[in-house]
């Protein structure tokens, strides 16, 4: 009896696998390693190196380890190059979740939690989010964490499944100096790196309508949004009830001037950022209010500003000094 985590070799993945060791829930990952890291998976953790599209190896993983829920993360998740490339985005979170939940209706596999995104808000009416704010995605990546949460209601409509849908807003931060955020268009690994190499961060837009003039965002520790995806496991396992989808969000926001200063004030690497212009289509304040998370799935903020950068700066270190002793041995 276990949790499949799709996903499970990615950033925010392996702490969900963590959370769920914490928690003495088995799990098993499965993922083809495109974006994920294999060495992010325990050692005494079951791993399938599988693509979601090939349905006869998942629906043998779902099988094999006798899997009773999903907690489905893997897909293709940057919203800039979707727009380049909207089929290979569909394939991969449209495509890939269909064939996932065809497997699992055929091993009787009946409860899955949905990594989604705030990109199904797109540029939101209002500043503060909450789970009734019109969704209106504004690139295929947002467009395709749409479609899987209408797949995952109407194949629970059809009796086949419970389920819920987490949506992310910004996950920033470390369980643990392992793991680390690889993405190449993240905020926080775009910011440590530059300071690691040397380079200046910089700021895009600095004349917005907020209290400094820079973008307010939604930042969360990936620790915290973790620990809520056994909360939601726990309560499809007991058959309690779930709503459709919950905001993982701070119901605050952190400007990107204030994470700057935080960055320098926590890593001790004392800087100026550059300035440049606005990047088109950035809205100046996304905030997300948590208040059913927390009622549901013991969602709380349990990490601060400070605290996200911390582990963010040590995971950075540490895989720097992995890829340099990979370098030279």
Request: hydrophobic fraction near 40%; charged fraction near 25%.
């Given at each position: 009896?276990?949790?499949?985590?799709?996903?499970?070799?990615?950033?925010i993945?392996?702490h969900?696998?963590?959370?769920?060791?914490?928690?003495?829930?088995?799990?098993?990952?499965?993922?083809?390693?495109?974006s994920?890291?294999?060495?992010?998976?325990?050692?005494?953790?079951?791993?399938?190196?599988?693509?979601l599209?090939?349905?006869?190896?998942?629906e043998?993983t779902?099988?094999?380890?006798?899997?009773?829920?999903?907690?489905?993360?893997?897909?293709?998740?940057?919203?800039g190059?979707?727009?380049?490339?909207?089929?290979?985005?569909?394939?991969?979170?449209?495509?890939?979740?269909?064939?996932?939940?065809?497997?699992?209706?055929?091993?009787?596999?009946?409860r899955?939690v949905f990594s989604?995104?705030?990109?199904?808000?797109?540029?939101?009416?209002?500043?503060?989010?909450?789970?009734?704010?019109?969704?209106?995605?504004?690139?295929?990546?947002?467009?395709?964490?749409?479609?899987?949460?209408?797949?995952?209601?109407?194949?629970?409509?059809a009796?086949?499944?419970?389920?819920?849908?987490?949506?992310?807003?910004?996950?920033?931060?470390?369980g643990?100096?392992?793991?680390?955020?690889?993405?190449?268009?993240?905020?926080?690994?775009?910011?440590?790196?530059a300071?690691?190499?040397?380079?200046?961060?910089?700021?895009?837009?600095?004349?917005?309508?907020?209290?400094?003039?820079?973008?307010?965002?939604?930042?969360?520790?990936?620790?915290?949004?973790?620990?809520?995806?056994v909360?939601?496991?726990r309560?499809?396992?007991?058959?309690?009830?779930?709503?459709?989808?919950?905001?993982?969000?701070?119901?605050?926001?952190?400007?990107?001037r204030?994470?700057?200063?935080?960055?320098?004030?926590?890593?001790g690497?004392?800087?100026?950022?550059?300035?440049?212009?606005?990047?088109?289509?950035?809205?100046?304040?996304?905030?997300?209010?948590g208040?059913?998370?927390?009622?549901?799935?013991?969602?709380?903020?349990?990490?601060?500003?400070?605290?996200?950068?911390?582990?963010?700066?040590?995971?950075?270190?540490?895989?720097?000094?992995?890829?340099?002793?990979?370098?030279?041995?």
């Open positions: 009896m276990s949790w499949l985590v799709t996903g499970g070799a990615g950033y993945g392996a969900v696998v963590d959370a769920f060791r914490a928690a003495d829930l088995p799990c098993v990952v499965l993922d083809d390693l495109s994920g890291i294999a060495e992010f998976v325990p050692d005494d953790v079951p791993f399938v190196r599988a693509d599209l090939d349905t006869v190896a998942v043998r779902l099988r094999e380890h006798e899997v009773t829920g999903v907690v489905h993360l893997a897909g293709f998740k940057y919203a190059v979707s727009v380049q490339r909207p089929l290979h985005t569909y394939s991969q979170n449209v495509t890939a979740m269909v064939g996932l939940l065809r497997a699992m209706g055929e091993v009787g596999v009946d899955l989604s995104s705030a990109a199904v808000y797109g540029t939101p009416p209002g500043d503060v989010v909450t789970e009734q704010t019109p969704t209106g995605p504004e690139s295929p990546y947002g467009e395709s964490k749409l479609v899987g949460e209408w797949l995952l209601r109407d194949v629970e409509r009796g086949d499944l419970r389920g819920t849908a987490l949506r992310y807003f910004n996950v920033v931060g470390s643990r100096p392992e793991l680390y955020d690889a993405s190449p268009h993240n905020l926080f690994p775009l910011v440590l790196s300071l690691s190499e040397g380079r200046t961060p910089r700021i895009n837009g600095t004349d917005y309508p907020t209290p400094d003039g820079t973008c307010v965002r939604d930042y969360v520790h990936v620790a915290d949004l973790a620990r809520s995806h909360a939601a496991a309560r499809l396992e007991a058959g309690e009830d779930v709503e459709p989808v919950y905001n993982l969000g701070s119901g605050d926001g952190v400007s990107v204030e994470i700057m200063d935080a960055v320098a004030r926590v890593t690497v004392d800087f100026t950022p550059e300035e440049a212009e606005r990047r088109p289509g950035d809205p100046a304040r996304i905030v997300a209010r208040d059913l998370a927390a009622r549901d799935l013991d969602w709380a903020m349990r990490h601060d500003l400070d605290d996200m950068v911390a582990g963010a700066w040590a995971a950075e270190k540490r895989a720097r000094e992995s890829a340099q002793e990979g370098a030279a041995g």
